[in-house]
Protein backbone atom coordinates (compact mmCIF):
# COMPACT_ATOMS: atom_id res chain seq x y z
CA UNK A 1 0.00 0.00 0.00
CA UNK A 2 1.50 3.09 -0.51
CA UNK A 3 0.18 6.39 1.74
CA UNK A 4 0.07 10.50 1.20
CA UNK A 5 0.27 12.75 4.13
CA UNK A 6 -0.97 16.07 4.30
CA UNK A 7 -2.57 18.52 6.24
CA UNK A 8 0.09 19.91 7.90
CA UNK A 9 0.64 23.61 8.30
CA UNK A 10 2.06 26.07 10.97
CA UNK A 11 -0.28 27.21 14.07
CA UNK A 12 -0.17 28.75 17.09
CA UNK A 13 -0.37 26.95 20.86
CA UNK A 14 -3.87 25.87 21.16
CA UNK A 15 -5.08 25.80 17.54
CA UNK A 16 -6.08 22.35 15.84
CA UNK A 17 -4.78 20.50 12.90
CA UNK A 18 -6.27 17.53 11.05
CA UNK A 19 -3.67 15.14 9.18
CA UNK A 20 -4.69 13.10 6.57
CA UNK A 21 -3.05 9.50 5.43
CA UNK A 22 -4.51 8.70 2.15
CA UNK A 23 -3.74 5.30 0.89
CA UNK A 24 -3.93 3.44 -2.13
CA UNK A 25 -4.85 -0.26 -2.37
CA UNK A 26 -8.00 -2.52 -2.33
CA UNK A 27 -7.22 -3.93 1.00
CA UNK A 28 -6.48 -0.79 2.84
CA UNK A 29 -9.28 -1.50 5.13
CA UNK A 30 -7.76 -4.97 6.44
CA UNK A 31 -4.47 -2.32 7.72
CA UNK A 32 -3.22 -0.88 11.22
CA UNK A 33 -2.38 2.76 9.78
CA UNK A 34 -0.02 5.12 12.96
CA UNK A 35 1.19 7.88 13.22
CA UNK A 36 4.77 9.11 14.32
CA UNK A 37 6.26 11.83 14.45
CA UNK A 38 10.12 13.18 14.81
CA UNK A 39 11.38 16.53 16.15
CA UNK A 40 14.75 18.13 14.76
CA UNK A 41 17.37 16.39 16.93
CA UNK A 42 15.08 13.79 18.54
CA UNK A 43 14.42 10.07 17.37
CA UNK A 44 10.97 9.13 16.04
CA UNK A 45 8.22 8.50 18.29
CA UNK A 46 4.66 7.00 17.96
CA UNK A 47 1.79 9.09 18.29
CA UNK A 48 -1.47 7.06 17.29
CA UNK A 49 -2.69 3.96 15.84
CA UNK A 50 -5.96 2.27 14.50
CA UNK A 51 -6.48 -1.25 14.20
CA UNK A 52 -8.37 -2.55 11.01
CA UNK A 53 -11.16 -2.30 13.37
CA UNK A 54 -11.59 1.17 13.46
CA UNK A 55 -12.22 0.67 17.72
CA UNK A 56 -8.82 -0.66 18.42
CA UNK A 57 -6.88 2.88 19.16
CA UNK A 58 -3.36 3.21 20.78
CA UNK A 59 -2.46 6.38 21.92
CA UNK A 60 0.91 8.41 23.18
CA UNK A 61 0.31 9.56 26.72
CA UNK A 62 1.29 13.22 25.82
CA UNK A 63 -1.23 13.00 23.26
CA UNK A 64 -4.15 11.66 24.78
CA UNK A 65 -6.96 13.94 25.26
CA UNK A 66 -6.40 16.07 22.51
CA UNK A 67 -5.67 13.77 19.40
CA UNK A 68 -7.98 11.73 17.78
CA UNK A 69 -6.84 8.81 15.52
CA UNK A 70 -10.17 8.08 13.09
CA UNK A 71 -10.21 5.97 9.54
CA UNK A 72 -12.63 6.52 6.82
CA UNK A 73 -12.20 3.00 5.08
CA UNK A 74 -14.47 4.08 2.50
CA UNK A 75 -12.23 7.14 1.16
CA UNK A 76 -8.90 4.98 2.23
CA UNK A 77 -8.00 7.46 4.54
CA UNK A 78 -6.97 7.64 8.57
CA UNK A 79 -7.41 11.44 9.96
CA UNK A 80 -5.26 12.49 13.09
CA UNK A 81 -7.22 15.09 14.57
CA UNK A 82 -5.03 17.67 16.85
CA UNK A 83 -6.26 19.87 19.08
CA UNK A 84 -5.08 22.04 21.57
CA UNK A 85 -1.45 22.11 20.36
CA UNK A 86 1.73 23.04 21.83
CA UNK A 87 5.17 23.90 20.54
CA UNK A 88 6.15 20.68 21.54
CA UNK A 89 3.94 18.99 19.37
CA UNK A 90 6.00 20.44 16.69
CA UNK A 91 7.83 17.43 14.68
CA UNK A 92 7.66 15.97 10.95
CA UNK A 93 4.83 13.18 10.96
CA UNK A 94 4.41 10.22 9.15
CA UNK A 95 1.56 7.55 8.33
CA UNK A 96 2.74 3.86 8.68
CA UNK A 97 0.84 0.56 7.73
CA UNK A 98 1.10 -2.82 8.59
CA UNK A 99 -0.85 -5.57 6.67
CA UNK A 100 -1.42 -7.58 10.04
CA UNK A 101 -4.18 -5.05 11.08
CA UNK A 102 -3.14 -4.60 14.90
CA UNK A 103 -1.96 -1.21 15.97
CA UNK A 104 1.19 -1.44 17.79
CA UNK A 105 3.09 1.39 18.75
CA UNK A 106 6.71 -0.15 17.58
CA UNK A 107 7.56 1.61 14.49
CA UNK A 108 9.26 -1.97 13.61
CA UNK A 109 5.97 -3.19 13.11
CA UNK A 110 4.72 -0.83 10.27
CA UNK A 111 5.88 -2.34 6.26
CA UNK A 112 4.78 1.25 4.58
CA UNK A 113 5.75 4.50 5.17
CA UNK A 114 4.57 7.72 3.54
CA UNK A 115 6.22 11.05 3.27
CA UNK A 116 6.51 12.93 5.89
CA UNK A 117 3.96 16.35 6.49
CA UNK A 118 5.47 18.98 8.61
CA UNK A 119 3.96 20.45 11.76
CA UNK A 120 5.01 23.58 13.44
CA UNK A 121 3.13 25.10 16.63
CA UNK A 122 4.59 28.60 17.54
CA UNK A 123 4.06 29.65 21.91
Known amino acids: VQLQASGGGAVEAGDSLRLSCAASGRTFSRYAVAWFRQAPGKEREFVAA????????VYQDSVKGRFTISRDNTQNTVHLQMNSLKPEDTAVYYC?????????????????WGQGTQVTVSS
Open 96 to 112: AADSAGIAYSSGHRYDS
Open 50 to 57: IGWRAGGT
